[in-house]
């Protein structure tokens, strides 16, 4: 080698060390092996039911106000299972794409998984996976139907990457008051549904956490909740929603109400 090529190859030798220890080669490296988690959650819970459990909290006039209180504010460790079927950090309305002929606002979703997050927080994150539908009766779950074929799917494809289904959160039976009929054929339907979502998702112990109703479309709203408390199968915990605050229509809860009702159904998890 000449004194030339000798020369300008300790010249790059010595350009090439002042890069690669440069600070900005150190960050530039270190980000090159962080990608961002395209893992699923470990720890899914479905969300199912009518308008109360899609969210119509802060909805006045037909219009969602966009105010969301800080228990459910969005973290990145909480994901949603959007309706086309891909997992992204979850923040309300939780239901806008799948509730999309209602209003959504805040729903006790977000509370719920918060509540969980900072009591017991799973290494793997929350998902929730939202399948509720506003005026929907207990007849329009059960199987064979469209909106319970649609639930077993969305199940099924949430843990299809992995994760495990913990948990179906199930606010229904508004509907269900309008008659005194439906109301009384409510618990054998939901026993019914209750068997058949557990059988088809292979899963024979899966915790149910139900709302027991505190409004109804109808004038039969006490025999509903009578019919839901008189449900007696392990591992279904029945939430009561009476007390909580409702809106002015009558029907649905209010933002502070759903927040509270999220704060009891995880108690509700995290204590069974």
Known sequence: ?????????????????????????????????IRPSTSNPSDVFLLAGQSNMAGRGGI???????????????????RRFSASLAWEEAHDPLHADIDVYGVCGV?????????????????GGIGLVPCAVG??????????GKLYGTL????????????TIRAVLWYQGEKDAISEELARAYRPKMERFIG??????????????????ATGQGPYKDIVRAQQKAIH???????DALGLQVSE????LTTQGQVQLGKMLASAYLCH
């Open 1 to 33: 080698m000449s004194v030339s090529e000798q020369t300008n190859h300790q010249r790059n030798k010595s350009t090439t060390y002042n890069i690669m220890s440069s600070p900005l080669y150190a960050l530039v490296l270190l980000l090159s092996f």
């Open 60 to 78: 006045h006039n037909n219009v969602w106000d966009g105010v969301i209180p800080p228990q459910c504010h969005p973290d990145p460790s909480i």
């Open 107 to 123: 729903g006790p979703g977000m509370s719920f998984a918060n509540a969980v997050r900072e009591s017991r927080a799973p290494s």
């Open 135 to 144: 005026s929907t009766s207990i007849d329009d779950w059960s199987k064979g």
């Open 152 to 163: 077993i799917r969305r199940a099924q494809a949430a843990v299809s990457g992995g994760g």
């Open 196 to 213: 058949d979502l557990r059988g088809d998702l292979a899963l024979p112990s899966l915790l149910i956490i139900q709302v027991a109703i």
């Open 233 to 239: 199968i392990p591992n279904v915990v029945t939430v």
């Open 249 to 252: 229509d009558y029907v649905h």
